[in-house]
C-alpha cells in the first residue's frame, strides 16, 4: 500500500470514478498505472496521465460571462474567471457564425485562433456545459488565453 496523494487534472472517460481536482491516495502503484478509490467508491486502475502527483490545488472554473453580444457579433469574447481570482478569455461561435464572418472578411481567406471555441449554439447551457467538459478534461487553458488587467 503506497499511501501517497495524487491530484485530478483530467477526468477522461473516467467521469463515474474521477473529479478534477479531487485529491486521491494512491492504493497501489503498476507501471503506468495507480490503482485509488473513485468517486463511486470502487478500486479502479488509471493511467497516470490523469493526475499530478502530490496534494495540488486546482483552479476551476467559478462564472463566466459574455463580453459581447452574441447577436451582433461574429466571434463572440467570452470572460472565464476562476476560484484562485484568475481570469481567462476565449472566444464562441457557432458554424454558421463563421460562415457569416468569411462572407464580411474579404481580404483573409483562413485563420487559426486556439482560444475559439464552436457551439452548435450560443445557448447559455449550452456554453457553460462545454466549458465544464473542457475543464473537466483539462482543455480550458488551451481553449483560453490569460486576461491581463
Given at each position: 500500500?503506497?499511501?501517497?496523494?495524487?491530484?485530478?487534472?483530467?477526468?477522461?472517460?473516467?467521469?463515474?470514478?474521477?473529479?478534477?481536482?479531487?485529491?486521491?491516495?494512491v492504493k497501489n502503484e503498476d507501471g503506468d498505472k495507480y490503482r485509488i478509490i473513485g468517486n463511486h467508491g470502487k478500486g479502479?486502475?488509471?493511467?497516470?496521465?490523469?493526475?499530478?502527483?502530490?496534494?495540488?490545488?486546482?483552479?476551476?472554473?467559478?462564472?463566466?460571462?459574455?463580453?459581447?453580444?452574441?447577436?451582433?457579433?461574429?466571434?463572440?469574447?467570452?470572460?472565464?474567471?476562476?476560484?484562485?481570482?484568475?481570469?481567462?478569455?476565449?472566444?464562441?461561435?457557432?458554424?454558421?457564425?463563421?460562415?457569416?464572418?468569411?462572407?464580411?472578411?474579404?481580404?483573409?481567406?483562413?485563420?487559426?485562433?486556439?482560444?475559439?471555441?464552436?457551439?452548435?449554439?450560443?445557448?447559455?447551457?449550452?456554453?457553460?456545459?462545454?466549458?465544464?467538459?473542457?475543464?473537466?478534461?483539462?482543455?480550458?487553458?488551451?481553449?483560453?488565453?490569460?486576461?491581463?488587467?
Amino acid at each position: 500500500m503506497d499511501g501517497r496523494i495524487i491530484t485530478c487534472r483530467s477526468i477522461g472517460v473516467y467521469d463515474h470514478a474521477l473529479t478534477r481536482g479531487n485529491k486521491y491516495i494512491v492504493k497501489n502503484e503498476d507501471g503506468d498505472k495507480y490503482r485509488i478509490i473513485g468517486n463511486h467508491g470502487k478500486g479502479v486502475w488509471i493511467s497516470k496521465a490523469y493526475f499530478i502527483e502530490g496534494n495540488i490545488e486546482m483552479p476551476y472554473l467559478e462564472t463566466w460571462k459574455f463580453d459581447d453580444d452574441p447577436k451582433e457579433f461574429d466571434l463572440v469574447e467570452v470572460t472565464l474567471t476562476f476560484s484562485d481570482g484568475s481570469e481567462r478569455w476565449s472566444l464562441v461561435t457557432t458554424p454558421q457564425k463563421l460562415v457569416n464572418h468569411f462572407k464580411k472578411e474579404k481580404e483573409l481567406p483562413g485563420f487559426n485562433i486556439k482560444h475559439l471555441i464552436i457551439m452548435k449554439t450560443m445557448n447559455h447551457d449550452n456554453i457553460e456545459k462545454t466549458l465544464k467538459y473542457l475543464e473537466a478534461n483539462d482543455e480550458l487553458t488551451e481553449a483560453s488565453k490569460a486576461l491581463e488587467r
